[in-house]
């Protein structure tokens, strides 16, 4: 099964409106990484955040890690038609362990 | 543009047949991932390459094998196909293999199986 477990499964909002989705894990992490894809497209890595962080920030993208709730979230603010996507939540044990990704969440962003 | 470079695109082939998805990773990555992206199976990891030898191993069915080669290029051998194996085909590229590597995805492969 998954490690991560992102919430909502879809989401739908106006273009400027903020948008966050949450992913919870299961097991212990080293980090948590955020991905992005486009439909039928390879993901594209947004932002990771180690187990030792709390809140990460790059351009509209705010992440926030709770190690003790197992989970994270991912905030975009103001956001625009080109945020459409699926966004993938990836956790890292460490070590040589592999990233694990999550079931996704779909944001629909309209004009 | 990753990097990453799949081949083929497309690809469309009948039930039993078996095919070869090939994986250039970004020039000085040592790690290779596939995975298999099918619309009711969300991501799903198939099996992990580092330096030419098999680190991880996800649920990769029996009828599927890889390999990475020396050059580390990958290869995805999937046979006696079912129309159940239609989905997209990603490959992966990190430059180790530990759980703090950035993956850099191909385009992908989009498998048809009629």
């Known amino acids: 099964s998954q490690q991560g477990e992102e919430d909502p499964q879809a989401l739908s909002i106006q273009e400027g409106e903020n948008a966050t989705m949450n992913c919870s894990y299961k097991?212990?992490?080293?980090?948590l990484q955020w991905y992005r894809q486009n439909s039928g497209r390879g993901l594209v890595h947004l932002i990771l955040?180690?187990?030792?962080?709390r809140e990460k920030h790059s351009g509209r993208l705010r992440v926030t890690l709770d190690t003790s709730k197992k989970s994270s979230s991912l905030l975009i603010t103001a956001s625009r038609a080109a945020d459409t996507a699926s966004y993938f939540c990836?956790?890292?044990?460490?070590?040589?362990?592999?990233?694990?990704f999550g079931t996704g969440t779909k944001l629909q962003v309209i004009p | 543009d990753s990097g990453v470079t799949q081949t083929p695109k497309h690809l469309i082939t009948a039930t039993g047949q078996r095919v070869t998805l090939r994986c250039s990773p970004r020039?000085?990555?040592?790690?290779v991932y596939w995975y298999q992206q099918s619309l009711d199976q969300g991501l799903q990891f198939l099996i992990q390459?580092?330096?030419?030898?098999?680190?991880a191993k996800g649920n990769i069915l029996e009828r599927f094998s890889a390999q990475q080669f020396p050059d580390l290029h990958s290869e995805l051998n999937l046979s006696s196909l079912e129309l159940g194996d239609s989905a997209l085909y990603f490959c992966?590229?990190?430059?180790?293999?530990?759980?703090?590597?950035?993956?850099?995805f191909g385009a992908g492969t989009r498998l048809s199986v009629l």
């Open positions: 992966a590229s990190s430059a180790r293999g530990g759980g703090e590597n950035i993956q850099y």
């Open positions: 097991t212990s992490i080293n980090n």
């Open positions: 955040i180690r187990s030792n962080e």
């Open positions: 990836a956790t890292g044990p460490g070590g040589y362990q592999k990233v694990t």
């Open positions: 020039s000085g990555d040592l790690s």
């Open positions: 390459y580092y330096n030419g030898e098999e680190r």
